[in-house]
C-alpha cells in the first residue's frame, strides 16, 4: 500500500475534491492530476493560485513507475498497458525489456494522430489505464521532458482520483 501526503498547484480554490479527468493538463502524462511532495514545485503549476495538500493512497499494484522499463512494472501495470494496445491495434510499438511509459506515450500518440484520431491520445492512455486498475504514474521525467522548477523531482500522476482526498487549501504564497 502507498500512503504519501504531497501538493497539487490550482488555478481553482474552494475545491472539495480533485478530478482527474476534469484536468486540462494533457502535455505531459495525459489528464491527471499531478501533485509534488515539494511545495514549491506544486506552487510552479502554471496559473496556480492555491496550494491543496492532499493525500493519496492505493495498492502498489496499480502504479507504474515511468522512469523504469516496463519489464519492471507490476502485472496490473504491464496488462492495462497491453490492454490499451490491443483495443487500438498498437502492440506493435511495444518493447517491454527497454520501455519506459513516456517514451512509449510518445510513439503512441504519434501513431494515432499519423492514422487521423482527432481525440488526444494520453486521454485514451490513461482511460485506458484507470479502467484497469493503474491509479498512479510517478518518476522523473527524463532530461529533454525537464522544463525547469515544475519538472524537478518525482511527479506523481494520479489518474484515479478515488485515491486522492483533500487534507487542505493553503495560499499561494505562505505567510
Known sequence: MITKTLFHGSKKKGLKALHAAASKNTIA????????????????Q?????????RIEGP????IEFDRPLSQATETAKNAVRTFLR?????????????RID???DRVNRELIRRGVQYPA???FNRVLAEE???LM??????????????????????DDAHLSILGEQPLCPN
Open 29 to 44: 502524462f495525459g489528464p491527471a492530476i499531478y501533485c509534488s511532495d515539494d511545495r514549491s514545485v506544486a506552487a510552479a
Open 46 to 54: 502554471s496559473g496556480a493560485v492555491v496550494i491543496y495538500k492532499v
Open 60 to 63: 502498489v499494484e496499480g502504479v
Open 87 to 99: 483495443r487500438y491495434k498498437l502492440l506493435s510499438l511495444l518493447d517491454e525489456e527497454d520501455e
Open 103 to 105: 517514451f512509449l506515450q
Open 122 to 124: 494520453k486521454t485514451l
Open 133 to 135: 486498475g493503474v491509479w
Open 138 to 159: 510517478r518518476g522523473e521525467m527524463h532530461g529533454m521532458a525537464k522544463s525547469g522548477l515544475v519538472d524537478r523531482g518525482t511527479q506523481w500522476v494520479i489518474l
